[in-house]
């Protein structure tokens, strides 16, 4: 029988052990508190002006885009899937049309989205605030018992 070489297991043992400590010891630093500067605003928040200079736009989970009042009848039933891009880009450019015509004034925007809506409306309009020149605000929000509740 062939003597099994007992040195060479020791060496890879303590490869392993070393190994296994400088992992340790590599995330024990990451887990000291570091301060991060915070951004500061450049700005005023369109949110923040008078409720009466605010163009406020919701964007609900079923695909409803409405503008002005929450049961405002100036709205857009967005597509929930993309399998019709003409369809989707053309809700895109109504949506568009009806926020230049019903915001006349250019005032800020207030982007309230429902917290289960997909994002991509709430992308859609960034993008139609940013080509009108609008300024934006977003908010994200839950409905409890027909209660808009910010959502966090």
């Known amino acids: 029988m062939a ?10 043992l303590v490869d392993v052990v070393l190994i296994v400590l400088f992992g ?7 887990q000291e508190q570091v301060d991060i500067p915070l951004p500061q605003s450049k700005g ?3 949110a ?5 200079e605010v ?17 405002s009848s100036y709205q857009v039933l967005m597509p929930l899937d993309n ?10 450019d109504e949506l568009k049309g009806m926020i230049a015509k019903a ?3 250019k005032a800020p925007v207030s982007i309230q989205a429902e917290f289960d809506s997909p994002t991509q409306f709430t992308v859609d309009l960034l993008d139609i605030c940013r080509d009108l020149g609008l300024q934006k605000s977003l908010t994200c929000f839950r409905l409890v018992n027909g209660q808009a509740v910010p959502a966090g």
């Open 3 to 12: 003597k099994r070489n007992s040195g060479g297991m020791i060496i890879r």
């Open 24 to 30: 340790f010891l590599m995330i024990s630093k990451i």
């Open 44 to 46: 005023d928040n369109p």
């Open 48 to 52: 923040s002006t008078a409720q009466d």
């Open 55 to 71: 163009f406020d736009v919701f964007i609900r989970a079923d695909g409803r885009i409405q503008c002005g009042w929450i049961d």
């Open 83 to 92: 399998s019709d891009a003409g369809a989707a880009r053309a809700r895109y």
């Open 103 to 105: 915001n006349t004034a």
